[in-house]
């Protein structure tokens, strides 16, 4: 069920989704590729890329490109411009008050832009995506703590990527997991490749992110197998193999208990 086309703004139009409390969902779309105006939103805003690739460019002229199933954060007042880079575009944005963020205790949210690949923040925006096509009489309270969700996924995630108590090396050891996750790499290659135990490099990586690494390859993988569902149409045995499970009842379990449907279901509720 889609709802009737409310605004349309340098040639994207906009359909008005859902209102929940202190947040507004919108579906964005664009028939064609374009380039909009520098411009700047009144609110904090999320898009969740569905379909298509885009590259986003700030007042400095710095860009960043990104593809289906990345989450983008405007803090309110960003000025940037969008150039559609495909021959279409799908996207599902949330514009949240500032007091939701700061009643969820986010406010640090606002203080940057962020972009999200992968990860926790992108399995709970998927749970997002398919929920919002729910109307039954307990969506609406799901959807409110799911949004409460992503914005926790967000703000562990810029806590990660910039870990202040950490030691030096942390961030660079979570780099490259998420750039080889689907590498089968030992703790004694990673520990080699940046410079310290693989004991000391276990025992940080509880103690700063509170999982092993192990757990942070996992997420990164079903992550990666998410996003394949959605922006391919290779077979999901094909993708469970790629992403290091030779059991597919068991990766159809991991999926379904980090993005809330089982991979097949999941790839139906993304036609749109």
């Known amino acids: ?18 209102h929940l409390p202190g947040i507004i969902t919108l579906f964005a779309g664009s028939p064609r ?29 710095r860009y960043v490109d990104t593809g289906p199933t990345a989450v983008n954060f405007s803090p ?14 799908i996207c599902l944005c949330a514009d949240f008050e500032d007091e939701f963020l700061m009643k969820a205790g986010c406010e640090a949210l606002l203080e940057s832009p962020a972009v999200f690949k992968q990860g ?35 703000h562990r995630a810029g806590q990660r990527r910039n870990p202040t108590e950490g030691p030096a090396w942390l961030p660079r050891a979570c780099s490259l997991l998420r750039d080889r996750c689907l590498e089968n ?19 940080v990586f509880r103690e700063y992110l509170g999982e092993t690494p192990g757990d942070y390859v996992r997420k990164q993988r079903l992550a990666w197998a998410a ?4 922006r391919t149409t290779k077979p999901i045995n094909v993708i469970a193999a790629e992403a290091g ?6 990766f159809a379990r991991h999926f379904k208990a980090g993005v809330g449907v089982a991979p097949g279901e999941f790839r139906r509720s993304l036609r749109i």
């Open 227 to 230: 996003r394949e569902i959605a």
């Open 1 to 18: 069920m889609h709802a009737p086309s409310f605004r349309e703004d340098h040639g994207i139009s906009f359909e008005h989704w859902r």
């Open 245 to 250: 499970y030779s059991d597919q009842a068991h």
């Open 120 to 154: 926790p923040v992108i399995t709970t925006m998927l749970r997002i995506q398919r929920e919002i096509r729910s109307f039954d009489g307990a969506s609406d309270l799901v959807l409110q703590g799911l949004f409460l969700q992503l914005l926790g996924e967000m």
């Open 76 to 89: 309110p007042g960003t000025k940037h411009a969008h150039q559609i880079l495909s021959p279409s575009l």
């Open 185 to 203: 790499l030992s703790i004694d290659e990673i520990s080699r490749e940046i410079g310290v135990h693989p004991s000391h490099l276990a025992r």
């Open 33 to 61: 590729p374009l380039e909009s105006h520098m411009h700047e939103h009144k609110r904090p805003r999320v898009s969740f890329l569905i379909k298509g690739a885009v590259r986003e460019v700030d007042e400095r002229h």
